[in-house]
T-cell receptor, first 116, second 115 residues
Framework: AQKVTQAQTEISVVEKEDVTLDCVYE???????LFWYKQPPSGELVFLIRRNSFDEQNEISGRYSWNFQKSTSSFNFTITASQVVDSAVYFC?????????????FGTGTLLAVQP | DSGVTQTPKHLITATGQRVTLRCSPRSGDLSVYWYQQSLDQGLQFLIQYYNGEERAKGNILERFSAQQFPDLHSELNLSSLELGDSALYFC??????????????FGNGTRLTVT
């Protein structure tokens, strides 16, 4: 069975602090995709990143970085120098690779509150 | 803007009623997915269509049905509504059915309130 666990329900930081959101996944597949989505207070789901299981290189995009470790089945997300606009719910998700569907299995989300 | 359009944004209706949610995918996307987001269940996959055909089914109730039309827009029909059906319903689209090279892009959702 596939499962995504985001153990941190809620995190509160002060602006300019760095923050890491944890994601642990379970799958029997040897190839798969991992994703992060952001849901700001306005409610839409915004795609942030997709990583396939072949590629364990870390990725950096501006203040965002992602650490994929297959050995620990983790795909953690770090925001450097957080800003109030980063306040949102962040979801980690898992999808099959090469199957008949790429439906996403989502974690329960982490609510990040960045205080000014 | 993801390019996925969902209407209406908000819907308030009574128990026992039927509603239709509409989704237009991004230009060029052939797959449409429906998700339900509720406080107790989180984000749950309901159903996927690819080029008019059903491709995958998740935790979709028998009271719910969906279809994808020849112009690729999709509709999610919810009938005999119950209070517990109140949720945010998302539509997403991707280029292919298995999306090796394309992530899912989500619309802004339809917030359904059943009173």
């Amino acid at each position: 069975a596939q499962k995504v666990t985001q153990a941190q329900t809620e995190i509160s930081v002060v602006e300019k602090e760095d923050v890491t959101l944890d994601c642990v996944y379970e799958t029997r597949d040897t190839t798969y995709y991992l994703f992060w989505y952001k849901q700001p207070p306005s409610g839409e789901l915004v795609f942030l990143i997709r990583r396939n299981s072949f590629d364990e290189q870390n990725e950096i995009s501006g203040r965002y970085s992602w650490n994929f470790q297959k050995s620990t089945s983790s795909f953690n997300f770090t925001i450097t120098a957080s800003q109030v606009v980063d306040s949102a719910v962040y979801f980690c998700a898992l999808a099959n690779y090469g199957g008949a569907t790429n439906k996403l299995i989502f974690g329960t989300g982490t609510l990040l509150a960045v205080q000014p | 803007d993801s390019g996925v359009t969902q209407t209406p944004k908000h819907l308030i209706t009574a128990t026992g009623q039927r509603v239709t949610l509409r989704c237009s995918p991004r230009s060029g996307d052939l797959s449409v997915y429906w998700y339900q987001q509720s406080l107790d269940q989180g984000l749950q996959f309901l159903i996927q269509y690819y080029n008019g055909e059903e491709r995958a089914k998740g935790n979709i109730l028998e009271r719910f049905s969906a279809q994808q039309f020849p112009d690729l827009h999709s509709e999610l029909n919810l009938s005999s509504l119950e209070l517990g059906d109140s949720a945010l319903y998302f539509c997403a689209s991707s280029v292919g059915q298995a999306g090796r090279n394309s992530p899912l892009h989500f619309g802004n959702g339809t917030r359904l309130t059943v009173t």
